[in-house]
């Protein structure tokens, strides 16, 4: 039996009793493999359209990235529009701007309409250490008002010290639509939608092979599945259940802190509106709040999801760099969790013969894709696939260097990128 990690996020779920193990033969519509947002998503979709689904899920509901994330709501894809529009046909591009902001609408419907209590807060800030990151910033609030997000403010070094108290920033964008939640609790209370509209969930419920067909068997170690359609949602957790799947992506490892409780007025001196942070370099740091005021703090990649020993060693000079007047806090969990890198940092959407598909890959920023991921996959099974293949067709290669040398040759490429970073260039 595997568990949630040992996160603030398990220590403070809201009372969830575990969801059985598949120890039967099921038929249904749809199985669903995999049980993160990408998963609940989809069947959460599926089953207001009225299939059949069945979800099985290795672990626990959220035991993956879904559940140990950063919490926060940020719009758009990993890589954004003006790469898309300089890589894709004009319609595509088109189609895929259309999407920027769906995945964020979402979820805010989801937890309205299911009353999920997740501590979702409004507002998040791209920060700025350079100069050159605050004229891309600039730019990027030009092309998303341009695909209609009206909630972005440009904010100078003045402006941003209203919003983060650190000396760290020259400015930031601002993004009303954007914000923040107790990332496991979204996905515990997603479960629990799926199974008001009649879905099944399995958890300890690893499967272990998929026999395609024109009905597709999904074997789990005590029990099967047949269904017309399978969703492969395993993400970085998937190991080589479905190899072609791996050998175009790379599980990466990112680690999170959430230190002791610091009062309501020390955690508002920090981040005086609530909002969440990310910077904007390559190996960037998230942070925010919580519900019961800790300063939750993330950043850093481990190429190849290796679990780093000493979590804070890592975390902690990155914290204080932003907030040095916290020296001496106490962290009190420490963490870490994978997420699935492609090399264009675009996600991964596609079928698998005529009948099992998948999505996966967000590159570091799943929480609103994923959301939409459920929606465009219940489209396309209903017929109307044309959301789906706007992503399905976006061109996607192989790490250089295959299975042995992607982790060393993408490691470079990293350090070449925060160099850059570091340099202001
Ligand atoms: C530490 C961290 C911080 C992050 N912060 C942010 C953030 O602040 N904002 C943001 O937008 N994104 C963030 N991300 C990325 C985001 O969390 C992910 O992109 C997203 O959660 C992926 O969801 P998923 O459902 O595809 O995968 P996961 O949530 O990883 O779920 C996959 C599930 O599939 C299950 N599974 C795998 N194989 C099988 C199998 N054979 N049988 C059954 N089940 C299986 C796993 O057990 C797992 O539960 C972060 C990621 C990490 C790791």
Same mark, same amino acid.
């Given at each position: 039996?595997?568990?949630?990690?040992?996160?603030y996020?398990?220590?403070?779920?809201n009372?969830?009793?575990?969801?059985?193990?598949?120890?039967?033969?099921l038929?249904?519509?749809?199985?669903?493999?995999?049980?993160?947002?990408?998963?609940?998503?989809?069947?959460?979709h599926?089953?207001?359209?009225?299939?059949?689904?069945?979800?099985?899920?290795?672990?626990?509901?959220?035991?993956?990235?879904?559940?140990?994330?950063?919490?926060?709501?940020?719009?758009?894809?990993?890589?954004?529009?003006d790469?898309?529009?300089?890589?894709?046909p004009?319609?595509?591009?088109?189609?895929?701007?259309?999407?920027?902001?769906?995945?964020g609408e979402?979820?805010?419907?989801?937890?309205? #309409?299911?009353?999920? &209590?997740? =501590?979702?807060? /409004? @507002? !998040?800030?791209?920060?700025?250490?350079?100069?050159?990151?605050?004229?891309?910033?600039?730019?990027?609030?030009?092309?998303?008002?341009?695909w209609?997000?009206?909630?972005?403010?440009?904010l100078?070094?003045?402006?941003? #010290?209203?919003?983060? &108290?650190? =000396?760290?920033y /020259? @400015? !930031?964008?601002?993004?009303?639509?954007g914000?923040?939640?107790?990332?496991?609790?979204?996905?515990l209370?997603?479960?629990?939608?799926?199974?008001?509209l009649?879905?099944?969930?399995?958890e300890?419920?690893?499967?272990t092979?998929l026999?395609?067909?024109?009905?597709?068997? /999904?074997?789990?170690?005590r029990?099967?599945?047949?269904?017309?359609?399978?969703v492969?949602?395993?993400?970085?957790?998937?190991g080589?259940?479905?190899p072609?799947?791996?050998?175009k992506?790379?599980?990466?490892?990112?680690?999170?802190?959430?230190?002791?409780?610091?009062?309501?007025?020390?955690?508002?001196?920090l981040?005086?509106?609530?909002?969440?942070?990310?910077?904007?370099?390559?190996?960037?740091?998230y942070?925010?709040?919580?519900?019961?005021?800790?300063?939750?703090?993330g950043?850093?990649?481990?190429?190849g999801?290796?679990d780093?020993?000493?979590?804070a060693?890592?975390?902690m000079?990155?914290?204080?760099k932003?907030?040095p007047q916290?020296?001496?806090?106490?962290?009190?969990?420490?963490?870490?969790?994978?997420?699935l890198?492609?090399?264009?940092?675009?996600?991964q959407?596609?079928?698998i013969?005529?009948?099992?598909?998948?999505?996966?890959?967000?590159s570091?920023?799943?929480?609103?894709?994923?959301?939409?991921?459920?929606?465009?996959?219940?489209?396309?099974?209903?017929?109307?696939?044309?959301r789906?293949?706007a992503?399905?067709?976006?061109?996607?290669y192989?790490?250089?260097?295959?299975?042995?040398?992607?982790?060393?040759?993408t490691?470079?490429?990293?350090?070449?990128?925060?160099?850059?970073?570091?340099?202001?260039?």
């Amino acid at each position: 039996m595997t568990g949630h990690v040992n996160s603030y996020y398990a220590a403070s779920a809201n009372p969830h009793a575990p969801w059985p193990r598949l120890e039967e033969g099921l038929t249904c519509d749809v199985c669903v493999v995999g049980g993160g947002y990408t998963g609940l998503s989809s069947a959460l979709h599926l089953a207001e359209r009225g299939y059949k689904v069945v979800l099985l899920e290795a672990s626990r509901i959220g035991f993956g990235a879904s559940g140990r994330n950063g919490g926060q709501i940020v719009n758009s894809f990993s890589r954004d529009i003006d790469t898309i529009e300089r890589n894709c046909p004009p319609a595509q591009a088109k189609l895929l701007g259309s999407m920027l902001f769906e995945g964020g609408e979402i979820i805010r419907e989801r937890i309205e #309409r299911y009353r999920i &209590q997740c =501590d979702h807060r /409004v @507002g !998040g800030v791209f920060a700025a250490d350079t100069e050159r990151q605050l004229h891309e910033l600039k730019a990027q609030q030009a092309r998303w008002q341009r695909w209609g997000n009206d909630r972005l403010e440009l904010l100078d070094r003045e402006g941003i #010290r209203r919003v983060v &108290q650190s =000396d760290r920033y /020259v @400015g !930031g964008l601002l993004d009303l639509s954007g914000g923040h939640l107790h990332p496991l609790n979204l996905a515990l209370g997603e479960a629990e939608a799926i199974r008001s509209l009649g879905g099944l969930i399995f958890e300890q419920s690893p499967v272990t092979e998929l026999v395609p067909g024109e009905v597709v068997t /999904v074997k789990s170690e005590r029990g099967s599945v047949r269904a017309r359609f399978v969703v492969v949602a395993g993400n970085a957790y998937l190991g080589n259940l479905v190899p072609e799947l791996a050998a175009k992506s790379m599980p990466c490892g990112t680690q999170v802190l959430t230190t002791e409780v610091l009062g309501e007025a020390r955690a508002r001196e920090l981040l005086p509106q609530n909002y969440c942070v990310e910077d904007c370099n390559y190996l960037l740091d998230y942070y925010r709040t919580s519900a019961d005021h800790r300063l939750i703090y993330g950043g850093g990649v481990v190429y190849g999801a290796r679990d780093p020993a000493d979590i804070a060693r890592l975390i902690m000079p990155k914290l204080l760099k932003t907030f040095p007047q916290l020296a001496g806090v106490r962290v009190e969990y420490s963490w870490t969790g994978n997420f699935l890198l492609t090399l264009s940092r675009l996600p991964q959407f596609g079928r698998i013969g005529s009948n099992i598909y998948y999505m996966q890959g967000y590159s570091g920023h799943g929480v609103t894709c994923t959301h939409l991921a459920g929606r465009l996959l219940a489209e396309a099974l209903a017929g109307q696939a044309e959301r789906f293949d706007a992503f399905a067709n976006l061109p996607h290669y192989p790490f250089p260097g295959g299975r042995l040398l992607r982790v060393p040759l993408t490691a470079m490429g990293a350090v070449w990128y925060s160099l850059r970073d570091r340099l202001g260039i």
